[in-house]
């Protein structure tokens, strides 16, 4: 049997990408020979909410645990929320439910991708920022203790998480080396110069960077990084950060991107991993055919690389590899992009365009 995915199809526009994705996915899988992925659905989100009170059933999560990886699309409706107020956020809840520690932001510019900087050095950007995703300022979130007269919030990091991080962000780092032919570079986001939560992460990072000859490192402080992102930001390859830093400037990276229908993302753990896209569920667009698919499409990509290496099947890099070339062709043609890409396709011809795409390949 195929390996099993577990899929959350999300609110709003979720269930639309979903559906082509997972064509997508076959497609790719069919060839280059492997055996078909066996998708399940399981319940999760505000649509579930509103029927049942739960956002995120035990049961989806088991379902979760006991999958080779999640496929998860765009979970919350503004329109649905929790008597104090809040969204739900079944796909943040996840990430502590199953250890999801290192939250990948690929931030790249396709060729003919229209982006909000006028440089043209901005057809180079291709860095991907990690971003810690159980600790940090988030470790006690819901826990912060407010009096009449102050407010306080606890900012935690681990060793043990930090190494298993940084551990990850290097051999990601290696890979990408090897996959673009040139020398990693590492830079280590904090603010080490004013906390000392922030020197022992980059202490850790410098200590375990030691196992790992041949990449380059450096570390910056947070405020500079986020004012060189926009300066300079197709000088940068592997950034790693804490969670709410990571949160910031992550969506700085979408920003640069010029449309959130092209970013992709996954959340990892030992052994787990969910691959959604960056937007969320776009109830404005929800319905109507036209929500941009590739965003979903490049996760499932991610989805076949990690398990390519996870499970030891390195056709599946090969699967991941194809699709992402076809989504590029795709941009780079522009007559089969949805209109947050400046064109007029629907969401089934754009991805009926990637399927086109690897049919050529
Ligand atoms: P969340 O807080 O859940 O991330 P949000 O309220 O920030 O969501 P989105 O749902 O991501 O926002 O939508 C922001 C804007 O981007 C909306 O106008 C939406 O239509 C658009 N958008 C988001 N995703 C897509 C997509 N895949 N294709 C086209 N437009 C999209």
Redesign the pocket.
């Known amino acids: 049997m195929g390996l099993k995915i577990c899929v959350f199809e999300g609110d709003?526009?979720g269930p639309e990408?979903m559906a082509p994705t997972q064509q997508v996915l076959d497609t790719a899988m069919a060839k280059v020979g492997a055996a078909p992925l066996s998708y399940t659905a399981h319940p999760a989100g505000a649509g579930h909410y509103a029927q049942t009170g739960d956002a995120l059933p035990q049961a989806s999560i088991n379902a979760a645990r006991a999958s080779d990886a999640i496929l998860l699309s765009?979970?919350?409706l503004?329109s649905i929320r929790k008597p104090d107020g809040t969204?739900i956020t079944p796909q943040i809840e996840l990430r502590f439910a199953l250890g999801l520690y290192a939250g990948v932001r690929p931030v790249r510019v396709f060729p003919g991708q229209p982006t909000p900087l006028s440089d043209p050095r901005a057809a180079q950007i291709d860095f991907v920022l990690i971003r810690e995703s159980t600790e940090g300022l988030f470790a006690h979130m819901h826990e912060g203790i407010v009096t009449e007269v102050d407010a306080t919030e606890t900012l935690r990091i681990t060793r043990a998480t930090s190494e298993k991080l940084f551990d990850f962000t290097f051999r990601l780092a290696r890979q990408r080396a090897a996959r673009r032919g040139r020398p990693a570079r590492v830079t280590c986001v904090d603010k080490a110069n004013v906390f000392r939560a922030f020197w022992f992460f980059r202490e850790i990072f410098h200590e375990r960077a030691q196992a790992f000859p041949g990449l380059v490192t450096d570390a910056a402080y947070v405020d500079a990084m986020a004012m060189w992102m926009v300066q300079r930001p197709w000088e940068f390859d592997v950034l790693v950060t804490e969670n709410m830093f990571g949160d910031i400037l992550s969506d700085l990276g979408a920003g640069l991107l010029g449309?959130?229908?092209l970013a992709p993302s996954a959340d990892i753990g030992d052994g787990i991993a969910v691959f959604q896209?960056?937007?969320?569920?776009?109830?404005?667009?929800a319905g109507q055919g036209?929500?941009?698919?590739?965003?979903?499409i490049l996760s499932g990509a991610m989805m076949l690389d990690w398990l390519a290496g996870e499970r030891d099947q390195p056709v599946l890099s090969a699967a991941a590899q194809m699709i992402e070339n076809a989504v590029a062709q795709v941009v780079a043609a522009g007559q089969a992009v949805?209109?947050?890409l400046g064109g007029s396709a629907g969401t089934e011809a754009c991805a009926d365009a990637v399927m086109a795409a690897m049919a050529n390949a």
């Open positions: 709003g526009i990408i765009a979970m919350g503004p969204e449309s959130l229908g896209p960056c937007h969320g569920s776009a109830p404005d667009i036209v929500a941009n698919p590739l965003a979903m949805t209109a947050d």
